[in-house]
């Protein structure tokens, strides 16, 4: 099943149960799928990929953690506390994402497999391993992993 089919599925699951906030959420997201569509359409694909599927839930997920470091130095919790449950909402379409052991271990096989030895090597270790864990791991997170390893070697 697509993702569309399932954000039309969840989009009736949450009308039925008056869930307003899954609602909104779900509708958002089906929305930049829709958005995306259009856009690839010139280009003679009808359909999205799984990849550009998983990029629109990936983006989205980042708007959200974003909205909630703004709004908590804001000292708005009431709005952080919302993108934070419309955050778990996006991340149940995401696949699992890693864990720090996991993600570890894959930073430390990438970083070998490129040569990297010096933080000046970033570039290439995040280029190499983002196309490995999209989706499966926040940026900020792969970034901060990755520059810690590097400054240690």
Known sequence: MSLKDR???NIKTAMKAKDKLRLETVRSLKKAV???EVSVRPSGQETLTEEQELDILAQ????RRDSIAQYRSAGRDDLADKEAQELSIIEEYLPQQLSEEELS????ETIAKVGATSPKD???VMGAVMKQLKGK???KQVQAMVKAKLAKG
């Open 7 to 9: 954000l039309t599925e």
């Open 34 to 36: 829709l958005e995306k």
């Open 60 to 63: 989205q997920a980042k708007q």
């Open 105 to 108: 271990q894959i930073l430390d």
């Open 122 to 124: 970033m570039g290439k």
């Open 137 to 139: 791991a926040d940026g």
